[in-house]
């Protein structure tokens, strides 16, 4: 019992930002790594930024120097900075868990949020 809820989503200029939230709630009290994904319409889900417990992360090559994740592992959320937005950004973004249990690697996904940036 795990659920994801986002928001921060919205529609946004061109060169401007955005900050999206991901809060965690359920019986899972940590998650080895948390992280944003995104779908395009037309396009595949594609990972847009990642972070573990310890602080580790990758980025897609798109968003590098323009994005930022982290997270609070006390309140179990994600953020997600995101700066000199592009229109080619626009996406539902999704937000990600993963967590370890009995040798297994689960994952659990947020509803998504919308992020429209405009030319």
């Known amino acids: 019992q795990v659920q994801l809820v986002e928001s921060g989503g919205g529609l946004v200029q061109a060169g401007g930002s955005l900050r999206l939230s991901c809060a965690a709630s359920?019986?899972?009290?940590?998650?080895?790594?948390m992280g944003w994904y995104r779908q395009a319409p037309g396009k595949q889900r594609e990972l847009v930024a990642r972070i573990t417990a310890g602080g580790i992360t990758n980025y897609a090559d798109s968003v590098k120097g323009r994005f930022t994740i982290s997270r609070d592992n006390v309140k179990n959320t994600a953020y997600l900075q995101m700066n000199s937005l592009k229109p080619e950004d626009t996406a539902v973004y999704y937000c990600?868990?993963?967590?370890?249990?009995?040798?297994?690697?689960?994952?659990?996904w947020g509803k998504g949020t919308l992020v429209t940036v405009s030319s």
């Open positions: 359920g019986s899972i009290s940590s998650f080895n790594a």
């Open positions: 990600n868990a993963q967590a370890f249990i009995m040798a297994t690697n689960f994952n659990w």
